[in-house]
């Protein structure tokens, strides 16, 4: 089961870091990932684009998890060498992450 | 009062805007325009000569949607003034004299620009490199505080048909005109939360109405090239509806606001703005009406005694050079091609301190997490920072000489060299920050 059977994503850049926004489809789903899709397990996910550290912020009720990567964009939107210079992608990356 | 959202970045559709000009019944309109990197490309023109220092479509966009919005008495706030507000107000004056004529009055918030309150505080520390900022004060060329909603609201206060501003944090230019039209006060943070969330919900324009969202089969969203962009119905209670014009594409519902309330947040508890410190982990969201969802349950705790300032500045050039691959053996060519430009740019002595590698189509989103099995075509890209201009411009000049010295079958090349204007930022005692407003009348 990979995270993209469980929820979307979104991702948001400022400065030099990534915040992904998971959206479980179901409490149960949301229940899954809260003890499943830990910081540990989404920086090595990340190893070679975020290095951390990371931080999870919970909004139960709304079903959500913030996941908030430091040092995530190579510098940062006006200092990258990254094709991707926000980031946007990195949502995409963390619904493959197997769980 | 009833707020859409004209535009979530600098070069966003206009015709969205028409279309909420025309139909949404609105009282406001609010282009957000000045994205972290906007306000240092702009700055970037103005000080290259290039162009002007405020948006680029600006002449455009007030072209496109001021007379209706006059018309329809819709007043306009945006923060397009960039690097120069006064000479944005000027134009929206002169585009309204044309096409409105007399009497149309325009604000224009100066005050953002702090270089010189900077200039004695060499101290103060940059957040994202822990240095003082004398550590790059010789290349600094910008810095813009973060204004929040009152000037905005003062504007319309004192009769302002369009309210042209510089560096204004993106919810204060939604909670600006609610400030003045409910006649909010400025200490009430109940009602500063619930309208600093539906700024937020708003900012980004399409974000909360379908735009990037949809993913075939799993999400799916109507008429994305005709995409609805949000209004925002906000009581004097400080009740808040997320809405778009009846008919428009894209879609909004608990989905498309939850994913967007959290966007570009950190801790949900404590979103700092200048004119509140948001928590958003007890909103609720209950769709309405088809495309509508009330939001409730923001709150917010007592504004900072800084504002954010970003700084602006000089951080030597990035090169840039690309080439694609295709057919049998692809992927080796662009590997070959690869060790062949870095093996230039050594032999050369120009090897930039900071060089990368991707091969588009395998690699360059998600590093080497890809493990797919060789795509049937794969482009190049090698790309670089240095000091020296020479050095940067060398990166494409490498890549672009495979044509006829590298691997058989390379098409398409592309090479670009730009000097890079990079951003921290630093934290400035409010009190520092003198805001203005200028009037000037079509």
Known sequence: MIVRDLANARSGDKGDVSNLIVVARSD????????????EKVLRHFEGIAHGPARRYEIPHLRVLNFVLERALDGGVTRTLRQDIHGKSLSSHLLTLEL | MRIGAGAGYAGDRIEPAVELARLGS????????????TIARENQSRLNGVSSGYNPFLEERMRAVLRICA????????????????????VVARIAAEVHGAGYRVAVVEGDDVMEQLGSLQDLPLLESGEPLDSI???????????????IADSLRAGADAVITGRVADPSLFLGPMLADLGWSYDDYALLAQGTMAGHLLECAGQVSGGYFADPGVKDVPGLDRLGFPFADVSAAGEVVISKVAGSGGR??????????????????????????????????DEVAPDAVRAAGARATARTETLKVTVGYRDGYMGEGQISYGGP???????????????????????????????????SLHGAAARAADPYEVRLRVAGTSGSERAARSIGEEVETLLTNGPCGGAGDFKLVKDVLAVQSVLLPRGLVTTKIRLVES
Do not use: K
């Open chain 1, 28 to 39: 149960e789903a949301f229940q899954h990932l809260l003890e499943n899709l830990t910081c």
């Open chain 2, 26 to 37: 609105l009282d406001f309109l609010v282009f957000e325009c000045l994205g972290e990197r």
């Open chain 2, 71 to 90: 018309q329809n008495g819709v007043r306009i706030v945006t923060n397009m003034g960039g690097a120069d507000p006064w000479a944005a107000g000027q």
């Open chain 2, 137 to 151: 004060w010789d290349t600094v060329v910008s810095a813009n505080a973060y204004l929040g909603a009152e000037v």
């Open chain 2, 252 to 285: 909004i519902d608990r989905l498309t606001c939850t994913e967007q309330l959290l966007y570009e947040v950190h801790d949900p508890t404590s979103y700092i703005t200048p004119d509140c410190v948001l928590d958003v982990t007890h909103v609720q969201f």
């Open chain 2, 329 to 363: 053996n692809a992927v080796s060519r662009a590997r070959l091609a690869a060790e062949i430009v870095l093996s230039r740019l050594e032999q050369r002595g120009l090897t930039p301190p900071r060089l990368r590698v991707d091969l588009i189509g395998m690699t």
